[in-house]
């Protein structure tokens, strides 16, 4: 546990639950967790954790990503992937259960395909991920933004992306000007992107 001194703000370490665990209690865990941690604005994790800020443990991404998606604020465990113009592991991701994680991927910025279209958006949704957070372009933004997660890229393009299987799972990743490690937090709303090497509580 990690308090910031300047604050009664205090910071907890996010621990997965054991393989001994049912599955059920694992989920509703997360996702209580999800509820909560959703209410946890951007503005105030910033005015009560400049310690935090300053030491790194606390990362503002740059004011790039549009939003999309019905939830304006989601936050949850990172799940990190890093691809290029090929969205085959993103989908076996997002295929498997989310347990109220997010999605991030790093798709190296590119802006001449998309990586994530309306059936992954519905994918993520029903595998109950918390939200998806791309370095790179969405499509479908209709069919995304009626979806119940959070979404946010760089922009939305029509081209789909390559279908081959190249990338990496679990790696850091650079996005948005920050270094971005698995199993780290993510936080969004409105304002803006925050991750934290912790799990955040009040």
């Known amino acids: 546990m990690h308090t910031d001194p300047k604050s009664d703000h205090v910071l907890f370490i996010y621990i997965q639950p054991s393989s001994s665990s049912s599955s059920t209690s694992s989920v509703q865990t ?11 604005a951007t503005a105030e994790i910033c005015d009560t954790n400049a310690t935090h800020i300053t030491s790194g443990d ?16 989601f936050s949850g465990p990172i799940v990190t992937l890093k691809v290029f113009e090929d969205n085959v592991i993103v989908r076996a991701m997002l295929e498997t259960k989310g347990e109220g994680r997010v999605l991030v991927i790093d798709g190296g910025g590119s ?15 029903s595998n109950g991920w918390a939200g998806i957070v791309v370095n790179g372009c969405i499509r479908d933004v209709d069919e995304i933004n009626a979806c119940d997660i959070g979404v946010r890229a760089l922009s939305s393009h029509p081209l789909k992306s390559n279908k081959k299987g190249t990338g990496d799972k679990h790696v850091p990743i650079y996005v948005g000007g920050a270094f971005i490690r698995d199993g780290e937090w993510l936080y969004a709303d409105s304002d803006g992107i925050i991750v934290s090497k912790f799990e955040l509580s009040v």
Do not use: D, E, I, S
């Open 111 to 125: 802006m001449r395909c998309a990586l994530v279209g309306g059936n992954l958006g519905q994918l993520a949704q």
């Open 30 to 40: 997360l996702k209580k967790q999800q509820v909560k941690m959703a209410a946890l």
């Open 58 to 73: 606390l990362r503002v991404l740059h004011p790039v990503f549009q939003v999309y998606g019905q939830a304006r604020g």
